[in-house]
Nanobody
């Protein structure tokens, strides 16, 4: 139900835009996010957006470089990534929570998300 795309190989300092297309109304009434997992590391939070679209959240590593947006008409969430660094190399997953997070800090936790896309590989060369 969640199809992520847009990953690829980019040089340090480059940009990529990831897309997450949802089937059905999975985004309706649900908070959504992007998380990533590098080899040998745990899955970590990158960015999230409230289902209302009025609040966005970013990991410290993403602040000022990444932007999460949503196109309701296309039922798609995007992650614009600029000034990419080798440490951004990971598989990126879009995810949707099973409900609305009562506290924003839940959005930062992988356990909050019930629905996951298949992941898209981002590789940043040095």
């Amino acid at each position: 139900q969640l199809q992520a795309s847009g990953g690829g190989l980019v040089e340090t300092g480059g940009s990529l835009t990831l897309s997450c297309a949802a089937s059905g109304r999975i985004f309706s009434g649900h908070d959504m996010g992007w998380l990533r997992q590098a080899p040998g590391k745990e899955r970590e939070f990158v960015s999230a957006m409230r289902w209302s679209g009025d609040s966005t959240y970013y990991a410290d590593s993403a602040k000022g470089r990444f932007t999460i947006t949503r196109d309701k008409a296309k039922n798609t969430v995007y992650l614009q990534m600029n000034s990419l660094k080798p440490e951004d190399t990971a598989v990126y997953y879009c995810a949707v929570g099973g409900s609305i997070a009562i506290l924003p800090k839940r959005l930062y936790q992988a356990s909050f998300y019930d629905y996951w896309g298949q992941g898209t590989q981002v590789t940043v060369s040095s």
